[in-house]
């Protein structure tokens, strides 16, 4: 059964920095597409960074140039450092895994990120 447990989430003022952590199991994590995703209060649900098996990464432009998305395989784990963080970026933070990109099947519970301005 795959699980994915996401870590790292808090509160920080603008400006700050915080690291996401999605630990895997129950999936051959290597061979998995990995993205991150977030859902504001009021809004859709939106990917905000992608990464393929073969270490490819996707962002959305809203967080080009502040956050990067990267990936252990040893540890079957993908991370999400998010630098130079706005209110915009308060959001619940998801992990997903899935065989590609297009067929992300499996989701984590989520982890609160607040940004005070």
């Known amino acids: 059964q795959a699980r994915l447990v996401e870590s790292g989430g808090g509160l920080v003022q603008a400006g700050g920095t915080l690291r996401l952590s999605c630990a895997a199991s129950g999936i051959i994590f290597s061979s998995n597409a990995m993205g991150w995703y977030r859902q504001a209060p009021g809004k859709q649900r939106e990917l905000v960074a992608s990464t393929t098996a073969g270490g490819s990464t996707n962002y959305a432009d809203s967080v080009k140039g502040r956050f990067t998305i990267s990936r252990d395989n040893a540890k079957n784990t993908v991370y999400l450092q998010m630098n130079s963080l706005e209110p915009e970026d308060t959001a619940v933070y998801f992990c997903?895994?899935?065989?590609?990109?297009?067929?992300?099947?499996?989701w984590g519970q989520g982890t609160q990120v607040t940004i005070s301005s």
């Open positions: 997903r895994a899935g065989p590609s990109l297009a067929r992300l099947l499996y």
